[in-house]
């Protein structure tokens, strides 16, 4: 089977694996996402994976808490690493080797984050989870993901979501919503569509990374959009 790509950036958010529940992970979802992860590495792709924290914690709770907004943002930090290492394990459960690496130190657990070390665990078919965001505050993991994409010479970001691609407006508020097959950056700055935060998509454009969002909950979608098939929003250009 003939792949398109040769190296991705999966951007998956925390919240996706939650599944039913309201906190946490949820097993069968995270046995989901590892068999879509293995199935590409079994294709020959080499895999980043970049993961949010917000089931288990976002910054934005840390509002009204008495907890300041930069430590509540380390407090994220920390979740996505606990979902890094949960994804670690499900894929090495299925006899995928992965890294995890992160962008704050915590060496009994991880890997430090470092390009060079990354784009050679790459090289070695090794599944690397990029976990603890930028390793800044006020950065989101989507920053993370169009970083650590531009940094490993990515060929794409797929970018993970609950539908199916990019809409002029949310499908599961407004049934007349509109799907958008193909958009430039600069179409997507024009009509307001959040596609990712500002920071992260003026990243991808200043270096024409390309930006596919689709359906992750969805069966086979990871497969069919490295061997080339046309799934979601592609937002190049």
């Not at 976002?58 to 290492?85: C, F, H, K, W």
């Not at 994804?87 to 090495?92: H, K, N, R, V, Y």
């Not at 990354?118 to 990029?130: D, M, N, P, S, T």
Request: glycine share 10%; net charge neutral; aromatic share 6%.
């Amino acid at each position: 089977m003939t792949r398109k790509y040769k190296r991705i950036l999966l951007k998956l958010s925390g919240e996706s694996l939650m599944g039913q529940q309201r906190f946490g992970i949820a097993a069968d979802m995270l046995q989901h996402y590892a068999h879509q992860i293995k199935e590409m590495r079994d294709l020959g792709v080499e895999i980043a994976v970049v993961i949010g924290g917000g089931n288990i914690f976002r910054g934005i709770q840390s509002e009204g808490s008495g907890i300041e907004p930069v430590t509540g943002d380390y407090m994220g930090m920390l979740a996505t690493v606990i979902n890094g290492l949960a994804l670690q394990s499900a894929l090495e459960s299925l006899g995928v080797y992965t890294r995890l690496m992160t962008a704050l130190k915590m060496e009994n657990i991880a890997e430090p984050y470092i390009r060079r070390r990354a784009i050679r665990h790459l090289e070695k078919g090794r599944v690397v989870i990029c976990a603890a965001g930028t390793g800044n505050p006020y950065f989101t993991t989507d920053s993370a993901a169009a970083l650590r994409a531009n940094e490993i010479s990515a060929d794409v970001i797929l970018k993970g979501t609950r539908v199916d691609g990019i809409y002029t407006a949310d499908p599961e508020k407004d049934p007349g919503a509109i799907k958008f097959e193909r958009l430039t950056f600069a179409k997507v700055i024009s009509l307001g569509l959040e596609v990712m935060d500002m920071t992260a998509f003026t990243l991808c454009r200043q270096n024409n990374m390309p930006i596919i969002v689709f359906d992750i909950n969805s069966p086979d979608n990871l497969r069919r959009i490295v061997t080339g098939e046309e799934v979601g929003t592609l937002v190049e250009g």
